[in-house]
């Protein structure tokens, strides 16, 4: 990193007075600046409707923006109003969430849609208090929707914002009363009158300038006001496990089909009480993750929250599957032509589509 002035310098508070300038103020103008030159060209930017924010910030939650270019594009095409979603079958709703994961969002989305449809005539209220009486909207959510499509002023905390006000006030994680410092902070320092565009503008610093490892210190429109500037502590990366599974691929032909896309795949539902992906349909699990060479289809790798699985995928006979399988959720010999449409975990959907077995235009991007 070059070497910058002291940031404590900068920050004198005589030279603040003797200058006559706030300094809030000006950083706000540098941030709207870069935020207006540098921003992501995303396909809810410019949305003037709230339904679509409300989508796009929903998928956003523990999602990277590249993964959920494509699903909101498919997502919003499928479902392009609030009635159109609440009129869905959960099921199918689902399966457009594919690969997404936290499968729990897309429930609480489709649940609140239903609500908005019954209770509000179809049209999402507008203010962030109101907001925040439907499933699946917080605080966080509640105050992007509600700034960025009614320049409501409230602030956006969100895990990046966090950084860049820890960063610029010299906070350290572990300070006592942290969180609400930081959101004492960031609603003094949003700018009340471009609070949209000012929200996703931290968002996106913290996203791209301010990220948590190599900062980008020198181009950064908060530099002047920032009190570490690079030399701040980073927090240890989480330590992601390794562990190998073994998935099943059973193929048969479809009964009484004589060509075409004629085969069909075991699939099977994870239990509704399941905490993780309840009601996903997945590949039956084998016995043993020790596939031999000769039996192996694909290997693939598929990280799920801390954890790195190597998964080994073997081909096997109808009448093997029992032998050679865990008991898990109820089965069912799914057309391949059908299989796309289920609510598929990550993984199901991953290995279909490396295997070229889901119809062309429903694969989905490899994560
Ligand atoms: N992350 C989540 N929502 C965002 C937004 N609206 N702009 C930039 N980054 C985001």
């Known amino acids: 990193m070059p070497k910058l002035p002291s940031p404590r310098m900068k920050l004198d508070s005589r030279d603040r007075a003797a200058s006559g300038v706030d300094h809030d103020e000006a950083l706000r103008a540098s941030l709207l600046a870069w935020y207006a030159a540098n921003k992501r060209d995303l396909p809810w930017r410019g949305a003037e409707n709230s339904y679509a924010i409300w989508v796009s910030e929903i998928m956003l ?8 270019i494509d699903r909101y594009m498919a997502f919003m095409e499928r479902f392009p109003t609030v009635t159109a979603l609440a009129a869905a079958p959960e099921e199918e709703v689902l399966a457009l969430w594919s690969g997404l994961g936290y499968y729990r969002r897309a429930r609480m989305l489709h649940k609140a849609a239903r609500l908005v449809a ?30 960025i499509a009614h320049g409501e002023p409230v602030a956006v905390v969100d895990g990046n914002v966090e950084r860049v006000l ?6 350290e994680e572990g300070e006592p009363a942290l969180r609400r410092r930081v959101e004492e902070r960031a609603a003094r320092f949003l700018d009340p009158k471009h609070a949209g565009d000012f929200n996703q503008a931290m968002m996106e610093m913290g996203a791209t300038l301010c990220a948590p490892r190599n900062p ?19 927090a240890p990366r989480a330590k992601m496990q390794s562990r190998a599974v073994g998935c099943a691929l059973a193929l048969r032909k479809r009964r009484g089909r ?15 009480a399941q905490t993780v992906m309840p009601g996903l349909w ?13 039996d192996l289809r694909l290997r693939v790798r598929h990280a799920i929250m801390q954890v790195n699985y190597d998964v080994r995928v073997r081909a096997v006979g109808e009448r093997e599957v029992k032998a050679l399988t865990v008991a898990g959720g109820r089965r069912r010999w799914v057309p391949l032509e059908e ?15 490396r295997l070229r077995l889901l119809p062309a235009a429903q694969r989905s991007q490899p994560r």
């Open 61 to 68: 939650q523990q999602t990277r923006v590249a993964a959920v």
């Open 118 to 147: 019954a209770d509000y005539g179809g049209i999402l209220p507008a203010a962030s208090a109101e907001l925040r009486k439907l499933p699946g909207i917080g605080a966080y959510t509640a105050a992007a929707i509600a700034s």
């Open 166 to 171: 820890c960063r610029l006030a010299g906070w």
């Open 216 to 234: 980008q210190c020198a181009i950064c429109p908060l530099l002047a006001g920032c009190r570490t500037r690079g030399e701040h502590k980073t």
């Open 258 to 272: 004589r060509a075409g896309n004629d085969a069909e795949v075991l699939l099977e539902q994870r239990p509704a």
């Open 282 to 294: 997945e590949l039956p699990i084998l016995r043993s993750a020790d596939v031999a060479a000769e």
């Open 339 to 353: 299989a796309a449409s289920l609510p598929l975990t990550g993984l199901a959907r991953k290995i279909l589509t």
